[in-house]
Each structure stands twice: as C-alpha cells, then as structure tokens.
C-alpha cells in the first residue's frame, strides 16, 4: 500500500526530516510544501532561502557545517558586491547565486516560482516534488521594538536581537497555495509538520488563503514534530521568540500552536515528561529520537512518520 | 595649457591607450566614450562587455593575461548556471558578475547607462569618466554565411568564424550619444580614436545619432590610431573582416574608413612605407611605436597624443 505525505517545511530542520522522507518515499508519494515568507530580493535577485535550502538538501548539494547554502562556497561575487557598496549582509556565495539569477530571469518570462523551482530542482536530480507554499507574494513581517522588520532583515541583519512583539504575514489571505499544495493536500494520505519553527516556518503556510482551514479539515493524519527539544529550539530563534511572547519555550506549547490542525504529536525522549500535557490538548503522542544529526537519524525519523502514517 | 581629449574606445586595445591618457592627464581632461554595440543580455543580466573592459583596466582590476575580464578570477557560478541547463558559452566570472548584477539592478530602478557606469566605475577608484556612447540601446549585428548574428554570438560563441558579410548598428539611428559624449564633442580640443576594431568597435559609436556629422565638423583635431599593424589585428577579427569584405589587411584601408573623420593617422614603425598612400587620403600620418605591451608602452602612446593635441 503507498502512503502519500505532504511535508510541510521551512530551512534547515525541515530539510532534514524532508530528506529522509526522500530516501524513504517513492517520488509520486512526497510533496515537500516550502515556506516562502522569507524570500527576499537581493541586488535585484529573488532569493528563496527556505526553497533553496530543502532543494540543496535533496540535491545532496547542501553545506554540511551549516545546513544552508552549498558546500565549497566561495564569495567572490560578494566581495566585489561590496566594494560596489552594495548591502551585504546576507552573504550570497557564487553558487548560490546562479540559483537566484536563474530565478529571477525565469520569473521575469513570466514563469511561476512553482514552476521555476520545479526546473531547478529537477536540474539538480531531484527526484521528488519541492513546491512552493504559493505562487503569490507572501513576506513574514517581524514587529519588533525596533518596528517592523522584513524577516531577513529580523533573522540574518538584526541576528533575531530586537525583541518581537508580533509576527504577521503580508499577502497571506489574498495568496492562493501553488498548484502543487492543492493537489497534496487533496491526494496526500498524512500531512507532516517538519521540526520547523512554528512561528515563522509552518505559521506562514498555514496563513496562505484558505489552508488553515482545508489543514483543519483534512481527512488524513496530520503528525508534528516538535522543534523544541528540551526546553530549546534545535536551530534558530524558536525558544527566545516563545520567552518574548511571553510563553515557556517547550514543546507543549509548540503542540498548542497545532491544536485543532494535528493528529500525532512526535516529542524527543528528553521531553517525554510533558506527554501528558500535549495529549490533554487532543492530541496522541510518539516519543522518539527527533535531534537529527547524522543522516541515519533523519531516515530514521522519516521511517517513524511514514510508520504512523500507515498504522 | 590645458588640452581636453575625448578618447573612443571598444575593448581591450582601446582600453590600453586609455589607461596610458588617463596616467598622464587629470580627470576633467579626458572623456573616454565606449561602444555599447556589443552589449548583451546572460542570465538576465545586463553585460557590457567593451565599459567593462575600459573599467577594469582604468580600476587596475583588469585580467593581465587577456586584457578582459577581472584578474584572480573564478568560475563557480557559471559551472552552476551549467548544472542549471543554462547556455554558458560566454565566460561570466564571480567577481565580474557582480558587475552585472548591479549593472542591471540600478537600470532596472530607472538609472541610465551613464549614471550606471559613472556609479561603478567611482567605486571602484576611477577618476575619469568612462562613458557609454549612448544610454539608448544600439546592437550591432553581423551578418555571417550563417545569418545574422548579434556580436557576441559572433565573436565569443562562433569565435568570428562564419564569413562576414555586412556590419549593421540596430538602434543607431535613432539612438541619442549621450549627455557625457555631446558634452564631450562640445567641449574637448581632440577625438582620439583608439585602437579599437574600425569596423567592430568605432563604427557602432559613429553610427550613433549624428555624431558622425559632429565629428566631421569637429573644430578640433582627429587623431586615429591603427589597429592594423603590418599587414595584421594586434588582436581580434579586424584583419579576418577586412579579407571578408575583399580588402586587404592593412593599415591604408584602416584610414580610409577614418576618411573625412581624421585629421592625423597614427601607423607603427613597420608600416612606415605606406605613409604616402595615408597622406593621400587628406590626413598628416605620425610614425611611432603603436604596439602596446608594457604600462610604459601605454605611457608612451598617450603621451604622443598628447603631443600631437597640443601642438
């Protein structure tokens, strides 16, 4: 019996768990959905970061030190990029940027991120579907002491320091999801929430047009797993985000953000204390390794979600 | 006595004599306008090969090997536009290519090719003014056994060899020079024609507009020097094209294209014997070393048209 899922991604944690579904799933049956709110343009380039990274990751192209951009990088672009007195404090490598040049110009013949991330992609050997979360404009806006921030300047210009107040998601009602959502979340059998953060990763896909509500209603499974581990996010700016909202970082309230729209709640071994908790919320609970290190440890994790997935 | 020179340049061989003119005179005394013709779209982005050449090499930036291209320069991205399936006959470098990325950032915000040059070429240390000959788009194209072609398909992807048949300047005609080239024709005491390919490089800055008018009536002198030394191209397809269009190579039928336009020709020692059939067309004929290999050699040159302005 095939079991089709739809992951849901953004950067470096959900690029992991979408690698190991990959290694796991036939094609037809894993459609990895992509945060877009933080794509951003550069120099007059469209930069995907979230795209880039799951794609890279698939591709095997990915830094392993840092789990973005590509290995055996080089800056050359950018260094001259300076002395042009260009902006540069998201730091474009020179592979990299044949990604965002090829973007842009596709995008510019009229072709849509779907599709050009789809060319891409396939380009590089990637067997399975990276989709877009849509084809419209969305962008992660950080309200923060400082005013609001574009999520780049928030996330890599402003290292996350100035406290936010509120997060919210220009263009997301207005968004339709790219074809290759509809279609997922009509034919997928379980949906996956990668180990993204909430906040900023998985709340954006889930604001675009009416896909809070198809998420809510779908017929499936729907299986999260919780990026916080112990009390810390694995990666970026989860935890201290949650302190400023005024919330205890830990993976119950991960599991609330979800409440109504998860079935399967996946906490770490360190956290199996607080099942209790998260079960109270409607949800069951699987304990298991969930910090993914080595690349075992992600097909390991994708073999559990693909094991809920079919019970 | 201050003697103000307008110098007309393509790429790496006009980009020699101008950098020897801009060692010996200060930046408001010499305007050097550069063909556009050759300019092309990569990728999206705006590539202006002969501008950059002439910036380069003014910057001390340029490749000490080739005359183009910046030196110490790497190739990662354009080995990634190849994984991408983009068509990468025309070598885009990393550093060269933040040029571009910049080039056509700025336009697209509604900048001008002038103000474009005059940003990058100051960041990068330049002085003097480097000029496009006009912010209009003008492209030459070369008709070939083959078809026509536009010349960098020509030039780099066809490395000259399908037989020329006819030059032609699409968008000349109409094209304005621009603000810096009129006031240059205005304001300076002597054109220099570099040299740069008569029919590849300096036809397409005279086909702009009425500048070939205005450089008729030029009040002051027109010093030209040849491209052609015994018998051949110091380098590119001057000789190639002029055998093509039944000429013989030589710097005698480099002049008569100068016909009308030229007040002094410049010719090599070793091409001291058609002095004569020179004068014979209307112009005085200056013999010298034209051959430029070291800096000091670029010195030289510039300092005799100097000498030649001013007399």
């Not at 998860?262 to 390794?289: H, K, P, Q, T, Y």
Request: hydrophobic residues 40%; glycine residues 10%.
């Amino acid at each position: 019996m095939n079991t089709e899922i739809l992951a849901l991604a953004g950067g470096v944690g959900g690029a992991k768990l979408a690698l190991g579904l990959s290694k796991l799933l036939p094609p037809d049956d894993l459609t990895v959905v992509v945060n877009t709110g933080d794509d951003e343009e550069f120099h007059g380039l469209h930069v995907s970061p979230d795209l880039d990274t799951v794609m890279y990751t698939l591709a095997g192209l990915s830094n392993p030190e840092t789990g973005w951009g590509i290995q055996g990088e080089t800056f050359n672009a950018l260094e001259r990029l300076t002395a042009y007195g260009a902006d540069t404090w998201f730091g474009l490598g020179d592979k990299d940027l044949a990604t965002h040049i090829m973007r842009t110009m596709m995008l510019g013949q009229g072709n849509s991120l779907s599709d050009v991330t789809l060319s891409l992609s396939r380009a590089l050997g990637v067997a399975h579907d990276i989709v877009p979360m849509s084809d419209d404009r969305v962008r992660t806006i950080v309200e923060t002491e400082i005013g609001p921030l574009a999520f780049q300047d928030y996330f890599v210009k402003h290292r996350c320091e100035p406290k936010a107040t509120a997060i919210r998601f220009d263009g997301g009602a207005a968004a339709e999801p790219s074809p290759g959502f509809k279609r997922a979340l009509e034919s997928s059998d379980a949906i996956v929430y990668c180990p993204s953060n909430p906040y900023l990763s998985v709340a954006p896909i889930l604001e675009v047009g009416d896909v809070r509500e198809k998420v809510g209603h779908f017929p499936g499974i729907r299986i999260a797993v919780s990026p916080i581990v112990g009390g810390e996010a694995i990666k970026g700016p989860a935890a201290k985000l949650m302190a400023e909202f005024g919330i205890e970082p830990s993976c119950v309230d991960v599991a609330k953000q979800y409440a109504g729209l998860c079935d399967c709640f996946v906490i770490d071994e360190v956290d199996r204390g607080v099942a209790g908790e998260i079960e109270s919320l409607g949800m069951r609970v699987e304990v298991c390794n969930t910090v993914m290190v080595t690349e075992q440890d992600k097909i390991d994790l994708g073999c559990r979600m693909i094991e809920i997935a079919t019970e």
